[in-house]
């Protein structure tokens, strides 16, 4: 059973997403979450409060490593790293999707965000940038990557895969996210082995 205050941050995140942040008063959320407004306000002071709180939630907390998860320092190898990414980008597009149909919603609210999150966001694409660049270079001194690729070029590409592929799988709505990674990942890493 969720606690007051995860029900109040899912019922503003949808309503974030049908209307924007913009177009949902605080008056709407406290009606939306069918709480008092003393409820409401007891967990968040403002509007602004419940949008960070939002973020966090919905965004931020997918692409933190799992328990498991691969982490600077450690033995994790390529795959192993943009797999776990594919896993945190299918994560968030599911728990979205139990919100709205309208999974574009996503892309919609994240351009709208992200003023107030582009440093966040920097750090965690740097963090794994720098985590894929690694582990390109232990893959290549253990022979599973060609000598020649270049680590940060590397990195940069499978980045763009995966939010480039999931862009493009929500524009054109012909697949998953699922699908389209499992299409081009394993290619596009096959790619980069050592004589294959």
């Known amino acids: ?94 728990e979205i999707a139990t919100f709205t149909t309208d999974v574009n919603a996503y892309y919609r609210f994240i351009f709208s965000i992200l003023p107030k999150v582009k440093s966040v966001i920097t750090l965690k694409i740097a963090t794994a940038r720098a985590e894929i660049a690694a582990a390109v270079r232990q893959d290549q001194e253990a022979g599973r990557l060609r000598s020649c690729l270049l680590p940060d070029v590397v990195a940069d590409q499978c980045l763009a895969l995966i939010e480039g592929g999931g862009l493009l799988c929500m524009l054109e709505g012909k697949e998953t996210v699922s699908a389209v990674f499992q299409r081009t990942i394993p290619r596009y890493l096959r790619s980069l082995q050592d004589g294959r």
């Open 1 to 94: 059973m969720k606690d007051t205050k995860t029900s109040i941050i899912e019922c503003a995140f949808r309503l974030f997403l049908e209307r924007g942040y913009e177009n949902a008063s605080m008056s709407d959320l406290v009606t939306a979450s069918g709480l008092s407004k003393g409820a409401v306000y007891h967990h968040f002071k403002d509007k602004d409060a419940l949008h960070d709180a939002a973020i966090e939630y919905f965004f931020v907390r997918f692409f933190e490593p799992e328990e498991t998860a691969a982490r600077p320092g450690s033995d994790a190898n390529l795959e192993q790293i943009i797999y776990e990414l594919c896993a945190g980008y299918e994560r968030l597009i599911a």
